[in-house]
């Protein structure tokens, strides 16, 4: 499963770096990609393994905001 969240709060490259690794490390995450420009976090993920809502969870607890 693909998806795409707008994420706000996002401004460095400590950012992205923060994002990709702990979604990254989430189980059934394959791929997570950071758009700082658009403020958005690209994600492809075995739904069957993890959620949406625990891929926002984790972007949040990280400091951000879900859009």
Same mark, same amino acid.
């Given at each position: 499963?693909?998806?795409?969240?707008?994420?706000?709060?996002?401004?460095?490259?400590?950012?992205?770096? @923060?994002? $990709?690794?702990?979604?990254?490390?989430? =189980?059934?995450?394959?791929?997570? /990609?950071?758009?700082?420009?658009? *403020?958005?976090? @690209?994600? $492809?993920?075995?739904?069957?393994?993890? =959620?949406?809502?625990?891929?926002? /969870?984790?972007?949040?607890?990280? *400091?951000?905001?879900?859009?």
């Amino acid at each position: 499963m693909k998806d795409t969240l707008k994420v706000q709060g996002m401004s460095c490259n400590h950012c992205v770096n @923060s994002i $990709e690794e702990s979604v990254g490390n989430l =189980t059934g995450v394959s791929s997570v /990609k950071v758009d700082l420009g658009r *403020g958005e976090v @690209s994600v $492809e993920f075995d739904n069957q393994k993890t =959620t949406l809502d625990q891929i926002k /969870k984790t972007i949040e607890e990280q *400091g951000y905001d879900i859009a």
